[in-house]
């Protein structure tokens, strides 16, 4: 019902900065939460951040706070993640997601139908 997907991903070095975008198709309308997660290789995938379609209610991994910011603007379906101060550690293929109930159990991949395919963020040393 809601289709994903993401784009932003790039090779930078630590410290630089950039920016990821997701853009929402479908059922837009029903969406009620977004989130940023990322997944490195051979580990489990993890919570980044989200928020509320319609804005506000932000929430962030500790990881990342202070960092990074999400954002939403579901006038255009997109969602945004800006990623700053990026470090190694950063480094994984970010994933957005999306659900339409209306909880806030963020954290939780298991409570995301709607998933895009991923984009890859690498950062050097």
């Known amino acids: 019902q809601v289709q994903l997907v993401e784009s932003g991903g790039g090779l930078v070095q630590a410290g630089d900065s950039l920016r990821l975008s997701c853009a929402a198709s479908?059922?837009?309308?029903?969406?009620?939460?977004m989130g940023w997660f990322r997944q490195a290789p051979g580990k489990e995938r993890e919570f980044v951040a989200a928020?509320?379609?319609?804005?506000?209610?932000?929430r962030y991994a500790d990881s990342v706070l202070g960092r990074f910011t999400i954002s939403a603007d579901n006038a255009k379906n997109m969602m945004y993640l800006q990623m700053n101060s990026l470090k190694p550690e950063d480094t994984a293929v970010y994933y957005c997601?999306?659900?339409?109930?209306?909880?806030?159990?963020?954290?939780?991949?298991?409570?995301?139908?709607?998933w895009g395919q991923g984009t890859q963020v690498t950062v050097s040393s």
């Open positions: 997601a999306a659900y339409t109930g209306i909880y806030d159990i963020v954290v939780d991949t298991s409570f995301y139908p709607y």
């Open positions: 928020i509320r379609w319609t804005g506000g209610s932000t």
């Open positions: 479908g059922q837009t309308f029903t969406i009620y939460r």
